[in-house]
């Protein structure tokens, strides 16, 4: 091989000089560098889409639940109001102020506002986020699938009979209201329904019973037998409900919405931070709200026609502000106005 085919051989294997690999080296920086900024981009495009799922979700949750009760607060069935229920309870039962205590005599409707700082306010051992609202709210709820059937009562102290649906129980012990247009009588049902009402698949008949004497423990004894007046198949069963919603503190040391139903408190939905109530108040007795106002300065709730309600959420996980530069949870308000149903019908 002579001299100048090996010095061809030597410049065709030659690399790339140092400026083409500079230049190859940033043309692939800016590539990557815009490749990165589009999946930064779409990470956080990401992000701020579970946040809004999760507010969204759990202020539908939270709105959903109070709602509800709102909207049945001050319903007794036909009765004409609280005051028209013959009560059976026995007040000197061990368990009446755990199960039936407030139930009886107290307002449809109670509320707390901008719970203080100090000193801290807890429910049932959980410590109430300051400045925010709680509610109570009481009434009855209708029992589905439940009818009462021949042969009615022809005399006060008589058995009340049932026909039930279905996967319907009433179990010994409940306690119970039945009213008509006349009035309502609440009691304990002292009768022991063995039959596995659960996996039933056709109408079944139960009786109610509504009997004095000892029941059984972590039940509420009749200290009255007799009703009121007899009941027929106009007549509706319903269970009494009395529920307390809070913002408290979870285990995980966040906040959470609270639900107390039948003296247990239950944590109804995660990262609730904020829960603020108004009163819709009637105070000409013209059948509509005049004004709204805080529970503090209510004259009478027994007069409260509607109630706004306010939650607060926010999401899990922080999101990029990136026209603020902070890096947060993503916060939203979820507002309402619901009529009370029995008082505006």
């Known amino acids: 091989m002579t001299f100048k085919q090996i010095a061809t051989s030597h410049a065709r294997q030659a690399g790339f000089s140092l400026i083409e690999i500079m230049i190859a ?124 059937v021949d042969p009615y009562m022809v005399e006060v102290s008589a058995t009340i009979h049932l026909s039930i649906a279905p996967g319907v129980s009433v179990p010994k012990g409940a306690i119970l209201m039945v009213s008509d247009c006349t009035g309502a009588d609440r009691f304990s049902n002292t009768a022991n329904n063995a039959l596995n009402l659960a996996t039933a698949t056709t109408l079944k008949k139960v009786n109610l019973g509504h009997n004095t004497g000892s029941i059984g423990a972590g039940m509420v004894d009749n200290a009255i037998k007799k009703m009121s007046h007899t009941y027929t198949a106009g007549a509706q069963i319903s269970t009494p409900f009395e529920r307390t919603y809070f913002v408290g503190q979870n285990p995980s040391a966040s906040w959470s919405l609270y639900r107390v139903d039948k003296g247990v408190a239950s944590e109804i939905v995660r990262n609730v931070d904020d829960l603020q109530f108004s009163y819709g108040e009637d105070t000409n007795n013209d059948g509509s709200v005049d004004v709204y106002r805080d529970a503090d300065v209510v004259a009478d709730m027994d007069n409260v026609l509607a109630i706004k309600l306010s939650v607060a959420t926010v999401s899990e996980g922080n999101i990029t502000n990136a026209s603020a530069g902070t890096f947060a949870p993503l916060e939203r308000t979820y507002s309402l106005t619901i009529n009370i149903r029995n008082r505006t019908l």
């Not at 779409?42 to 009760?69: M, P």
């Not at 109001?81 to 199960?99: G, K």
């Open 25 to 148: 080296l940033g043309l692939s920086a800016t590539l990557l560098f815009g490749v990165l900024q589009i999946f930064d981009a779409n990470k956080q495009s990401g992000n701020l889409q579970q946040a809004y799922a999760e507010v969204q979700e759990s202020g539908r949750i939270a709105t959903e639940f109070i709602a509800r009760d709102i909207r049945m607060a001050d319903y007794w069935g036909c009765a004409p109001d609280s005051d028209s229920i013959y009560d059976h309870l026995d007040a000197s039962d061990p368990d009446y102020a755990a199960m039936a205590g407030d139930l009886v005599g107290k307002d449809a409707i109670e509320g707390e506002d901008d719970i203080p700082a100090a000193p801290v306010k807890q429910i049932n051992s959980i410590t109430v986020k300051p400045a925010t609202d709680t509610i109570t709210l009481r009434g009855s709820l209708p029992m589905s699938g439940v009818k009462i």
